[in-house]
């Protein structure tokens, strides 16, 4: 059986979080961009909406392992990792004056939703 204490409940809410912003990133692409001062073009709108999608898919795969009656670390350790690449990629977006300094707001989320993530993964793979 699971333990469902409040860091299991912390990584449902990244889930849910995950997959709501990254079908707002689907849908809203021009939005957002702007949101983060960043040049909205048919190109950085396609590419923008291609990483909301990838956002979209890792949030469900995560939040279907947590709801899941059984463990899957595997899915926990890989969604962990995806979070720590979405910060290195928004950090240097802002590094590179892609982005404005809003966006490191959504990076270090990501930095501590990933942190969060291989907790619960190193907590779960030692009760296996």
């Known amino acids: 059986m699971k333990t469902r204490d409040g860091l299991y409940w912390a990584l449902v809410v990244i889930a849910v979080l995950t997959v709501i912003s990254g079908l707002v990133q689907m849908v809203a692409t ?3 961009l702007r949101m983060l ?3 909205s073009t048919a190109t950085s709108r396609n ?3 291609i990483v909301g999608m990838f956002m ?3 949030g469900c795969a995560m939040l279907h392992a947590l709801l899941s009656s059984t463990n899957h670390p595997i899915v926990i350790f890989w969604a962990s990792l995806q979070k ?5 990629a928004v950090a240097l977006g ?3 004056g892609i982005f404005s300094a809003l966006a490191l707001s959504v990076a270090f989320f990501d930095f501590g ?3 969060v993530g ?3 993964w190193r907590r779960i793979r030692a009760t296996r």
């Open 118 to 120: 291989l907790w619960y």
């Open 37 to 39: 001062n960043a040049n």
């Open 94 to 96: 802002v590094h590179r």
């Open 47 to 49: 590419f923008f909406g």
């Open 84 to 88: 720590f690449g979405a910060f290195c």
């Open 30 to 32: 021009d939005f957002e």
């Open 56 to 58: 979209t898919l890792f």
């Open 113 to 115: 939703s990933g942190a």
